[in-house]
T-cell receptor, first 109, second 114 residues
Framework: RKEVEQDPGPFNVPEGATVAFNCTYS??????FFWYRQDCRKEPKLLMS?????NEDGRFTAQLNRASQYISLLIRDSKLSDSATYLC??????????WGAGTKLIIKP | GAGVSQSPSNKVTEKGKDVELRCDPI?????LYWYRQSLGQGLEFLIY????????KSGLPSDRFSAERTGGSVSTLTIQRTQQEDSAVYLC????????????FGEGSRLTVL
């Protein structure tokens, strides 16, 4: 079992729709959680950290469920520019960053 | 240019040749990471530096791969006797310190081994 697992997709979603991704992690001692975004043939960039109480940044909402060991990312009112691969990252108790393989999102007009 | 800078952006080499990839991190960032990404795949961790030392080399795929960092700044990843399976994008990232998850990536060095 991979330490961090994501549905690879692709998720094909019409513009304006709401889409949600999940990411599961295996190490219950994991400390911190992040979502990164990677555009095609570009480098990853931090989208948002995930806080225990959940957090929102504009159209993006991140949530953490420690009991079930997953984090989620919700995108509301999706835009064409949201098309990208979304990478889940988990920091373990040794400060190692464990990267998921990413979920590809395609927003269609 | 306050971002992470990598060079070369593209490198085509013949099997068996050695290559050097360079990373210039953001000034003041003590942590530096090298990753490898093959087409359509996730990030593969190679090595991490804290200052000039490399406490975690666990991701280096073979002894043909080595890396160093000097002056707590520039890092070089060297691949000796390149093989076709080494073809990938090599990404460098830096962060202010290790216990942050906010990494700043360079644009990568795309290596093609013929």
């Amino acid at each position: 079992r991979k330490e961090v697992e994501q549905d690879p997709g692709p998720f094909n979603v019409p513009e304006g729709a709401t889409v949600a991704f999940n990411c599961t992690y295996s190490n219950s001692a994991s400390q911190s959680f992040f979502w990164y975004r990677q555009d095609c043939r570009k480098e990853p960039k931090l989208l948002m950290s995930v806080y225990s109480s959940g957090n929102e940044d504009g159209r993006f909402t991140a949530q953490l469920n420690r009991a079930s060991q997953y984090i989620s990312l919700l995108i509301r009112d999706s835009k064409l520019s949201d098309s990208a691969t979304y990478l889940c990252v988990v920091k373990d108790s040794n400060y190692q960053l464990i990267w998921g393989a990413g979920t590809k999102l395609i927003i269609k007009p | 240019g306050a971002g992470v800078s990598q060079s070369p952006s593209n490198k085509v080499t013949e099997k068996g040749k050695d290559v050097e990839l360079r990373c210039d991190p953001i000034s003041g960032h003590t942590a530096l990471y090298w990753y490898r990404q093959s087409l359509g795949q996730g990030l593969e961790f190679l090595i991490y530096f804290q200052g000039n030392s490399a406490p975690d080399k666990s991701g280096l795929p073979s002894d043909r791969f080595s890396a160093e960092r000097t002056g707590g700044s520039v890092s070089t990843l060297t691949i000796q006797r390149t093989q076709q399976e080494d073809s990938a994008v090599y990404l460098c990232a830096s962060s202010l310190q290790r216990n942050t998850g906010e990494l700043f990536f360079g644009e990568g060095s795309r290596l093609t081994v013929l």
